[in-house]
C-alpha cells in the first residue's frame, strides 16, 4: 500500500517548510538551507519551485506576494502542523536510536 504524499518528508521538504515559518522567495530558501545544515542539505533549483507548486496545491504553503518572477510563500497552519508532526517523528527515531543504544 503506498503511503500518503507528505505522511514523512525528504530533508529537502522538511528545510523548506521551515524556511517558510518566516515569509521568502525561492532564492532566500536556495541561500537559508544550505546556511542552517551547514552545507549538509542542499536543494537544487528544480527540486525548490516543484515542492513549492506542490506545497502550494496541497494547501501546506501560500503565496504571500508576486515581484515580476520572483514569489514569495508563508507556512500555512497545515504546513506548519505537517512540519511540526514531521519534527515528532524525527525525535521519536533520535530517541529509539538513543533507548535502543543504552544512552537513556
Excluded: H, W
Excluded at 496541497?58 to 520572483?70: D, F, L, Q, S
Excluded at 514569489?71 to 521519536?92: C, F, N, P, Q, V
Aim: glycine share 6%; proline share 2%; hydrophobic share 35%.
Amino acid at each position: 500500500m503506498p503511503r500518503a504524499k507528505f505522511q514523512t518528508l525528504t530533508e529537502q521538504m522538511f528545510y523548506i517548510l521551515l524556511c517558510l515559518r518566516e515569509e521568502c522567495c525561492g532564492m532566500d530558501i536556495l541561500d537559508k538551507v544550505p546556511a542552517m545544515t551547514e552545507n549538509r542539505v542542499n536543494v537544487g533549483s528544480g527540486t525548490l519551485y516543484n515542492l513549492l507548486e506542490q506545497f502550494c496545491d496541497a494547501g501546506m504553503i501560500r503565496e504571500t506576494k508576486v515581484e515580476g518572477r520572483k514569489r514569495s510563500y508563508l507556512l500555512t497552519d497545515k504546513g506548519r502542523d505537517t512540519l511540526d508532526r514531521e519534527y515528532a517523528r524525527i525525535r521519536a527515531q533520535a530517541e529509539d536510536y538513543r533507548r535502543y543504544l543504552g544512552e537513556e
